[in-house]
């Protein structure tokens, strides 16, 4: 009799269950099916994308001879390691600094801080053109570097953030008690147990930071041209083939970076745990 009651409840449970799992798959396929297709053209003989004409490697083989894609992967390059070098040492420190320290204004400070992940693209875009034309500074790479580490920061802030959370503030205490300094408490404690965090961090800023068009394209000078601002100004007058070909590669690259940095997550979360 109790098992003929319960029926009811398991079948209930099983179709929520499979409605749930039928919604999560159409999300899933909105989400990568355009993606798939853009994989399957890329390798297309025909050089126009309505129809199939055989299998063909020649636009990765003229992507990889495009000297204008390569110079333009160059200057994304450049912006983005030498952002990402320079947030990674201001996001750290700024990360210690708001969780280990009291001043005046902190609640301010670091709700400004956060700012940059909430703004939309083209406020900071429109915000930091008109910064450097009222100081009159000339649009070049380095203006470029420049808007790219204000995003990187506080993506690499956050990050860190979340890791000292889990920490135990009191190894500090420990190495300085034993007499090390302020620095080598920094270096030889906090920040080896930080590291993850970081190089989680910068993993993802660089990501973003290869993939920004919008900054990119309001800061940068004469010469600089990055690689989405070399995509896009191709796709104006339609999609190539050889920009599908560019598009997959760069979707490989920018997911093993980011399976990269969740693994690093994930690996210094559950060594805490289990420490």
């Given at each position: 009799?109790?098992?003929t009651?319960?029926?009811?409840?398991?079948?209930?449970?099983?179709?929520r269950?499979?409605?749930?799992?039928?919604?999560?798959?159409v999300?899933?396929?909105?989400?990568?099916?355009?993606?798939?297709?853009?994989?399957?053209f890329?390798?297309?003989?025909?050089?126009?994308?309505a129809?199939?004409s055989g299998?063909s490697?020649?636009?990765y083989?003229?992507?990889?001879?495009?000297t204008?894609?390569?110079?333009?992967l160059?200057?994304?390059?450049?912006?983005?390691?030498?952002?990402?070098?320079?947030a990674?040492?201001?996001?750290?420190?700024m990360a210690v600094?708001?969780?280990?320290?009291t001043?005046?204004?902190?609640?301010?400070y670091?709700?400004?801080?956060?700012?940059?992940?909430?703004?939309?693209d083209?406020?900071?875009?429109?915000?930091?053109?008109?910064f450097?034309?009222?100081?009159?500074i000339?649009?070049?790479?380095?203006?470029?570097?420049?808007?790219?580490i204000?995003f990187?920061?506080?993506?690499?802030?956050v990050?860190?953030?979340?890791?000292?959370?889990?920490?135990?503030?009191?190894?500090?205490?420990?190495?300085?008690?034993?007499?090390?300094?302020?620095?080598?408490?920094f270096?030889?404690?906090l920040?080896?147990?930080?590291?993850?965090?970081i190089i989680?961090?910068?993993?993802?800023?660089?990501?973003?930071s290869?993939?920004?068009?919008?900054?990119?394209?309001?800061?940068?000078?004469?010469?600089?041209?990055t690689?989405?601002?070399?995509?896009f100004?191709?796709?104006?007058?339609?999609?190539?083939?050889?920009i599908?070909a560019?598009?997959?590669?760069?979707?490989?690259?920018?997911?093993?970076?980011?399976?990269?940095?969740e693994?690093?997550?994930?690996?210094?979360?559950?060594q805490?745990?289990?420490?």
């Amino acid at each position: 009799m109790t098992a003929t009651l319960d029926l009811p409840k398991t079948v209930a449970a099983k179709r929520r269950l499979s409605w749930q799992f039928l919604f999560t798959l159409v999300m899933f396929a909105f989400m990568y099916i355009p993606v798939l297709v853009l994989a399957f053209f890329s390798f297309n003989a025909s050089p126009f994308s309505a129809g199939w004409s055989g299998f063909s490697l020649q636009w990765y083989q003229r992507m990889f001879n495009d000297t204008r894609i390569l110079s333009a992967l160059a200057d994304s390059l450049s912006v983005a390691l030498l952002a990402v070098g320079i947030a990674a040492v201001l996001g750290t420190l700024m990360a210690v600094g708001l969780a280990r320290y009291t001043f005046p204004g902190k609640q301010l400070y670091q709700g400004i801080s956060y700012l940059p992940l909430i703004i939309p693209d083209i406020a900071i875009a429109v915000a930091t053109l008109v910064f450097l034309a009222s100081l009159a500074i000339p649009l070049s790479l380095w203006t470029v570097v420049a808007a790219h580490i204000v995003f990187c920061l506080a993506y690499i802030a956050v990050v860190v953030s979340t890791r000292l959370t889990g920490m135990n503030p009191h190894l500090e205490e420990a190495a300085l008690d034993l007499g090390a300094t302020p620095f080598q408490a920094f270096t030889k404690v906090l920040l080896p147990q930080l590291m993850p965090a970081i190089i989680s961090g910068c993993l993802l800023a660089f990501v973003l930071s290869m993939d920004d068009l919008l900054i990119s394209s309001f800061t940068a000078g004469g010469g600089t041209t990055t690689l989405p601002m070399e995509i896009f100004s191709r796709v104006r007058t339609g999609v190539k083939p050889d920009i599908n070909a560019l598009s997959v590669v760069l979707i490989l690259a920018s997911g093993t970076l980011a399976f990269a940095a969740e693994f690093i997550r994930y690996r210094s979360e559950q060594q805490r745990l289990d420490g």
